[in-house]
C-alpha cells in the first residue's frame, strides 16, 4: 500500500514535469509496490512473480529487477533490514543459521545415545560395598553424596584398583577395608546435569559451556507432599556425542 502510493504520487510528479516522457501513473504505482515488497519481505523472486500476475505484460519484469536490485541495496546498506521474517526469527530467539553440528545433533536426542550402564555410589566404600557395586559389570559408577557434586568414574578403574590390591575375603566380609572412591588412581569426571528432552546439540553446548566431559541425563517427578526430585537415567560422555557427529 505504501509503496503504491509513493509510486503514485512520483508517477503523477512525472507526468506534471515530463508528460510527453513520462509513463502511466500505474507504471510507478507498480514499480513502487516491488520495491516496498522487495523491502519488506526480502523475496526479490516473489516479487518479480507478483509484478507478472499483476500486470500480465513480460515487458515490466526488466523495470521491477531494476526496482528489486535498488531497493535491496537501499534496504541492506542504509536501513540494515533483512526483511520481516528474519527479523520475527530473530525476535522468537530461532536460530536462522544453523551450523553442521547443529543441525547433525540437533536431530538426535540425548535419550536416543545416552549409556544407562551405571551404578549409583558413594565417595566413600567399603570393599564388600566396591565388590557388590560391580556385579552386574556397569561401564560407569556415579557418586554422589548429599549438597556435593556428582562424579564419574569408570568401574573398570575401580576394577584395575581392586585388582591390584586384592583384599582377603575375611577383611570384605568384615568391611574393614574402605576404599575412598576419589583417591583410587582413576579419571574422574565433574558431571553436568541435563533434562531427559535435551537433544544432543544442547548436550554439546553445556559440555562447551563448563568444559566438561560427561552429563549425567535426569528425569524430575515431584508430589504433593515432597518436592521436585532428580534421577539419573543414563550418562552421555563427550566421546558419545563426538562419535554419533563423526558417523
Known amino acids: 500500500m505504501i509503496g503504491g502510493c509513493v509510486g503514485a504520487v512520483l508517477g503523477f510528479i512525472g507526468n506534471a514535469i515530463y508528460p510527453e516522457q513520462a509513463s502511466s501513473p500505474g507504471f510507478y504505482v507498480i514499480l513502487g509496490m516491488a520495491a516496498m515488497m522487495r523491502a519488506a519481505l526480502n523475496a526479490p523472486l516473489s516479487v ?11 515487458n515490466m519484469i526488466f523495470a521491477g529487477m531494476v526496482m528489486v536490485v535498488v531497493s535491496c541495496f537501499v534496504a541492506q546498506q542504509f536501513f540494515n533490514c533483512e526483511g520481516i521474517f528474519i527479523t520475527q526469527l530473530k525476535l522468537a530467539g ?22 544407562k550402564s551405571f551404578v549409583l555410589s558413594a565417595y566413600q566404600v567399603s570393599a564388600k560395598q566396591a565388590y557388590e557395586s560391580l556385579n552386574n559389570q556397569p561401564l560407569w559408577i556415579v557418586l554422589e553424596e548429599l549438597d556435593r557434586d556428582k562424579v564419574l568414574l569408570r568401574a573398570a578403574d575401580l576394577t584395575t584398583y581392586l585388582n591390584q590390591y586384592e583384599p582377603s575375603d575375611e577383611e570384605v566380609e568384615r568391611g574393614e577395608m574402605t576404599i575412598n572412591l576419589l583417591e583410587i588412581p582413576a579419571k574422574r569426571y565433574k558431571l553436568q546435569h541435563l533434562h531427559i528432552q535435551a537433544n544432543l546439540y544442547e548436550a554439546h553446548k553445556v559440555l562447551a559451556q563448563n568444559n566438561a566431559d560427561a552429563i549425567c541425563i535426569e528425569t524430575a517427578s515431584s508430589s504433593l507432599v515432597s518436592p521436585i526430585i532428580s534421577s539419573i537415567v543414563g550418562i552421555l560422555t563427550k566421546e558419545t556425542i563426538e562419535n554419533y557427529y563423526g558417523h
Not at 518479480?48 to 513480460?58: D, G, K, Q, R, S
Not at 530461532?94 to 540437533?106: N, V
Not at 536426542?109 to 549409556?115: D, E, F, T, Y
Open 48 to 58: 518479480l512473480v507478483a509484478i507478472m500476475e499483476l500486470t500480465y505484460n513480460p
Open 94 to 115: 530461532t536460530p536462522i543459521r544453523a551450523e553442521p553440528a547443529q543441525q547433525i545433533l540437533g536431530h538426535g536426542g540425548a535419550l536416543s545415545v545416552m549409556n
